[in-house]
């Protein structure tokens, strides 16, 4: 029997974690607890315990967005997770569905609360892929239909995109992925077999930067094989990928659309720099983006062109970060690129700007 176990207690009333640390004391169990939603998804993040035992009340609504944040971010999306609610059979099914392992209906007593806990421990949580209704989410997907950029044809300003990542953090492998309901999509790619190259696009079996996407976070891996939630994605096994270093790229309304990320065969440790660099290219990967957004959708109002200015003027201060960095790769060529790259964001940003005030004159 397990006895070292630490168990998170989720319960915005406190003398209910009260209660429940003693029963565990008798254990020799050790809890920390949490009071709130954010508290409880940056501890478990931090500390990963063995379990969280998560209170259903005051409401159910508010126990099931921290069910989805917890399984959405890959930190804790292996985490085990007890629910103590109601005893209603229609509540117990709706938390298991919702991503729970357990779910005990009241009264319960500390036995049986200790047994529930011990078999979720001693029942590892195998995880395949980022939760459905996180990355199903209609919003979401109707943001990167927006963009128009999937399956559409090669571009030199994404390719370029992957180009820097690959030089700059000295990566063999770098993606700007779109990812869908079901797939992630290659629009700007480096690095690739001939056949991924070709094809443009994996199932989300193959995937890592679904989790910079359901978590809107980033992903820094230095060995996938080792990460209890990635060593069962199929990427290592037929792609190689062992190193990964992913961040979420999204579009000025806050929905994550895809990832910016860098991929190596072998393990590898990121640094900071490399990863504040990546970093500053995700921000020009989102002003392409937006972008291609603005030539499809063209806003109606001038206040509607405020977040592709922002976007613009955001890649012009990101490139100029780069080179003030001199990171050891930015050779001549590199250089070149960002140059015309904060070239043509100059021009994007005088082009918008002619274009809000013709938008003004008409509506005057």
């Known amino acids: 029997m397990q006895t070292h176990v630490t168990v998170l207690l989720a319960d915005p009333d406190q003398r209910a974690n009260q209660s429940l640390q003693k029963i565990f004391a008798q254990r020799g169990w050790k809890t920390v607890t949490a009071t709130s939603l954010p508290e409880t998804q940056s501890v478990a993040a931090d500390l990963k315990p063995d379990a969280i035992l998560l209170s259903a009340l005051p409401t159910a609504d508010q126990a099931l967005q921290l069910i989805t944040r917890l399984r959405s971010s890959i930190s804790t999306a292996n985490l085990p997770i007890v629910v103590l609610g109601k005893s209603s059979p229609a509540d117990r099914e709706t938390f298991l569905q919702g991503g ?10 500390s036995k049986g609360l200790c047994d529930s806990v011990l078999r979720q421990i001693e029942k590892p949580l195998t995880v395949a892929s980022a939760p459905e209704n996180v990355l199903h989410d209609a919003i979401r997907l109707s943001a990167l239909k927006a963009t128009g950029l ?20 000295g990566a063999p492998t770098a993606l700007l992925s779109l990812v869908d309901s079901n797939r992630q999509f290659f629009k700007g790619h480096v690095g690739l077999s001939e056949v991924l190259a070709g094809a443009r696009e994996t199932p989300l079996s193959h995937s890592f930067c679904q989790w910079a996407v359901s978590g809107r976070e980033q992903i820094i891996v230095a060995d996938a094989r080792e990460h209890p939630v990635l060593k069962n994605n199929l990427a290592i096994q037929d792609m190689g990928v062992v190193a990964y ?28 720099n490399e990863i504040a660099i990546l ?7 989102e002003s392409c983006i ?5 030539a499809r959708h063209p806003p109606k109002n001038a206040s509607g062109y405020d977040r592709f200015v922002e976007t613009s003027g955001e890649a012009i201060s990101a490139a100029v970060r780069i080179l003030q960095k001199r990171p050891a790769a930015l050779d001549a060529q590199v250089q070149d690129m960002l140059l015309q790259m904060i070239d043509e964001y100059g021009v994007q940003l005088v082009q918008l700007n002619r274009m809000i005030q013709v938008v003004k004159a008409l509506q005057a």
């Open 290 to 294: 937006a972008q291609a957004e603005l």
């Open 100 to 109: 729970a392992q357990d779910y005990l209906g009241a009264p319960f007593d």
């Open 279 to 285: 970093g500053d290219i995700t921000k020009l990967a």
């Open 245 to 272: 270093a992913g961040l979420p790229v999204s579009n000025g309304q806050g929905q994550a659309l895809g990832s910016l990320c860098a991929i190596d065969a072998k393990p590898r440790t990121w640094s900071a």
């Open 150 to 169: 999937l399956d559409s044809p090669p571009e030199r300003s994404f390719d370029r995109l992957a180009q820097l990542v690959s030089k700059l953090l």
